[in-house]
């Protein structure tokens, strides 16, 4: 037999179907009111795993980006220096050769020693260049200056820095060097380019001049040979890290993206939404006065 609801019953069912409406609106209202999708955990719990993984993963990239714009930085200045410096003993090479022409005089040699001697200072401090008061070819040592010469011009240069080439974190598993260590050779056997030049003043003064431009001549291209491979090893450092800054860039976009899919309102989509749950409640409010409404057959005996 069809069981009809009582009136009490169907006032019930209709005051939980108002309390519902009522909720669904709130939230909407709130969503809308926020502009976000998710405000606290129970809005989307699983919207929550995801925000909280995307928006772990930009925290990472944005920080792996800011480690790559640090280390271009680096790879720049070592690049530039680098290249600086292979000019410089070009041009100390250069001044060698004028030891062998016809006619040189102690005079003229001696102003040639002072020219290159000059030009060892202007590398030395090439040599020294720095980022944030630590010497770039320094390693990790943390050292104000890569390279010390004590005794002052002509007199032997030693490196006070180490072997550890300083790198940063470009991805979660990739880290590239920013720049190189000792690309000076001092801590070689051959004592590398300064040692090199200090010798070649040294044979100048004492008027050794076929030693100039014999086994010296052929020290110092060694060494700017040597010199020249640090200056490409930096630049390829300086162009990893340009690469991947584009890369990184690219990731941080994306993710970018993805984080404000997950939080981000569709409002066209929402306020949709909420104009059909509000015409919803707005019926269920017609029917349940309907229903509340006293009738005088309630009173008749």
């Known amino acids: 037999m069809l069981q009809i609801p009582s009136e009490l019953a169907l006032s019930s069912a209709m005051a939980n179907s108002l309390t519902n409406y009522q909720t669904q609106l709130n939230q909407l209202e709130t969503t809308l009111a926020q502009g976000q999708n998710i405000s606290q955990p129970s809005d989307n719990p699983s919207g929550v795993v995801a925000l909280g993984n995307a928006t772990a993963s930009l925290s990472a990239y944005q920080q792996f980006a800011s480690n790559i714009k640090t280390g271009e930085t680096v790879a720049s200045l070592a690049n530039s220096s680098l290249n600086q410096a292979v000019n410089l003993v070009q041009q ?24 290159i001697s000059g030009l ?151 306020t949709t939404q909420y104009q059909q749950q509000l015409n919803n409640y707005q019926v269920a409010l017609f029917a349940a006065s309907k229903v509340a409404q006293p009738s005088l057959a309630s009173y008749l005996p």
């Open 92 to 115: 100390i090479r250069s001044a060698m050769l004028q030891v062998g022409a016809p006619g040189v005089t102690a005079s003229s040699a001696a102003g040639i020693a002072s020219q």
């Open 120 to 270: 060892e200072q202007s590398l030395l401090g090439v040599a020294n260049t720095s980022y944030m008061g630590n010497a770039i070819f320094a390693g990790t040592s943390g050292a104000a200056v890569a390279y010390s010469q004590p005794g002052g011009a002509g007199t032997a240069v030693s490196y006070t820095g180490n072997s550890t080439a300083t790198q940063v974190a470009a991805t979660p598993s990739l880290s590239i060097a920013t720049s190189v260590t000792d690309p000076f050779g001092a801590t070689s056997t051959s004592g590398g380019v300064f040692a090199a030049i200090n010798q070649v003043i040294s044979d100048i003064s004492s008027g050794n001049y076929s030693a100039v431009t014999g086994t010296d001549l052929a020290t110092i291209t060694t060494a700017l040979g040597n010199l020249t491979d640090q200056s490409a090893t930096a630049g390829v450092h300086y162009s990893q890290l340009k690469g991947m800054s584009t890369q990184v860039a690219a990731a941080v976009t994306s993710i970018t993206g993805q984080v404000a899919s997950i939080q981000n309102l569709d409002y066209a989509s929402l």
